[in-house]
């Protein structure tokens, strides 16, 4: 197994991006899993932690299969998986009503978690992305898109593990790609963890509270 937890996952991505200690750099989270993996680099950097919303557009009668995700990046930022809307047979209508519900739900998780905050500015600096793992690469694609809106000068993708053929065309969505480990045969993420519990509201709030005080 090769991360004993996200603790451990991140600890071990905070040592492979040692190289950019010293630079003026924000750390995006994809929440919630990702958030606690971020803290380790967020502390390792001198970083702010700040939140990229991501929401997967899944088939309404298969939720689990991603005809695409949803970004908050100011604009909403959209990626479509067109061989899986085509599989499907999902009409736009029906995308787009799925888009709208994890609008919804985008906004919600915003108020919850960020309420209080002001945005982070990565304009000109060191945006490092990070999530505990990487499933079809769509959720990472608009979370990318997101940050790169905002204008860092360099933008970084930092995950503890990866499917092989996910991480080819992220190469051309990021300036540089941190993956401990990558598989040809996949699965679940869950499957490279020990421990992989589910992360609730509350320990999201509470690690953004040690790394991004409210106003």
């Known amino acids: 197994m090769p991360f004993r937890d996200r603790d451990d996952a991140g600890r071990r991505l905070a040592e492979a991006l040692v190289a950019h200690v010293g630079e003026a750099a924000v750390v995006y989270a994809l929440p919630r899993g990702g958030v606690p993996v971020a803290a380790h680099i967020a502390e390792r950097l001198s970083a702010p932690l700040a939140l ?3 929401r997967k557009i899944g088939v309404p009668y298969q939720p689990e299969l991603a ?4 970004a ?12 899986v809307i085509e599989a499907a047979e999902v009409t736009e209508s029906v995308f787009q009503a799925v888009c709208a519900r994890e609008r919804a739900e985008i906004e919600r998780r915003r108020t919850l978690y960020l ?7 990565p ?3 060191l945006a490092v992305v990070v999530d505990d793992g990487i499933a079809t690469g769509a959720t990472t694609r608009a979370a990318l898109r997101a940050v790169r809106a905002l204008r860092p000068a360099r933008l970084v993708l930092a995950v503890p593990v990866a499917p092989t053929d996910a991480l080819e065309p992220l190469r051309h969505e990021a300036d540089e790609i941190i993956c401990l480990e990558h598989y040809r045969d996949f699965g679940a993420i869950g499957f490279f963890y020990e421990n992989f519990r589910q992360i609730d509201d509350a320990e999201v709030i509470d690690i953004l509270d040690r790394f991004s005080p409210r106003a």
Request: hydrophobic share 45%; charged share 30%.
């Open 52 to 54: 990229v919303l991501v």
């Open 67 to 70: 005809m695409g995700a949803l």
């Open 72 to 83: 908050d990046g100011g604009a909403p930022i959209i990626v479509r998986n067109e061989d």
């Open 115 to 121: 309420g209080g905050r002001a945005r982070l500015d």
């Open 123 to 125: 304009a000109g600096k």
